[in-house]
């Protein structure tokens, strides 16, 4: 158990609709790290967020945001959903900021847009 | 090029030894990390190397570093059914940036 916790597991949702994510870090860590998992892009970071603050941007879509509230933990919110967000959604977390912490992953949000 | 680079399939027969290789990108790269990912979990925290290392050792796990040729290969001992995953190398860009991952299938 990595001590990220992300609800819900499953989540089956129909184009055009939002959902969101809910991630809460291992107890002491300031960071926060959003990634997509697909057959076709592989794992892509999407954004990080440090102490409730932006940190970094990878490749999110404009449909897509996310938060870190002041108990550190982290929403992704994804709207207009089309079938091609249908993928894995991971939440890991570090205790900082500094290149090349180690990432502490969940067991991931499976989201299926039909 | 942009891409973190890893072979996609590794077949092994139980007790075997497994070596999955893996290029990367950014020389300046500090620490170096293997993940692992069970069918229907997460990225496991596998084994990591400092970059100024060329080996680690830690049980069945050997890490080999070649920073010249950007090259980093991860080999398990006497391979177990259990060891059966997905393995993904990782550098320190944009956060973590992975590979595509390298199945390992474990034969009895």
């Known amino acids: 158990d990595s001590g990220v916790t992300q609800t819900p597991k499953h ?6 609709q939002r959902v969101t994510l809910r991630c809460s870090p291992r107890s002491g860590d300031l960071s926060v790290y959003w990634y997509q998992q697909s057959l076709d892009q592989g794992l892509q970071f999407l954004i990080q967020y440090y102490n409730g603050e932006e940190r970094a941007k990878g490749n999110i ?3 897509f945001s996310a938060q870190q509230f002041p108990d550190l933990h982290s929403e992704l919110n994804l709207s207009s959903l089309e079938l091609g967000d ?7 977390s ?6 090349g912490e180690k990432l502490f992953f969940g067991s991931g949000t499976q989201l299926s847009v039909l | 090029g942009e891409d973190v680079e890893q072979s996609l ?3 092994v027969r139980e007790g075997d030894s497994s070596v999955i290789n893996c290029t990367y990108t950014d020389s300046s790269s ?3 990390y293997w993940y692992k990912q069970e069918p229907g979990a997460g990225l496991q925290l596998l084994t990591y190397i400092f970059s100024n290392m060329d080996m680690k050792q830690d049980q069945r796990l050997t890490v080999l570093l070649n920073k010249k040729d950007k090259h980093l290969s991860l080999r398990i ?13 990782a550098e320190p860009r944009r956060a973590l940036t992975f590979g595509s991952g ?4 474990v034969q009895p």
């Open chain 1, 61 to 63: 879509l404009e449909r």
């Open chain 1, 11 to 16: 989540l089956i949702t129909a184009t055009g």
């Open chain 2, 9 to 11: 399939f590794l077949s």
């Open chain 2, 30 to 32: 500090t620490y170096l």
């Open chain 1, 94 to 99: 570090s205790a900082g900021t500094a290149e």
């Open chain 1, 86 to 92: 249908s993928a894995l959604y991971f939440c890991a």
């Open chain 2, 102 to 105: 390298t199945r390992l299938q």
């Open chain 2, 77 to 89: 001992a006497d391979t177990q059914t259990g060891d059966s995953a997905i393995y993904f190398c």
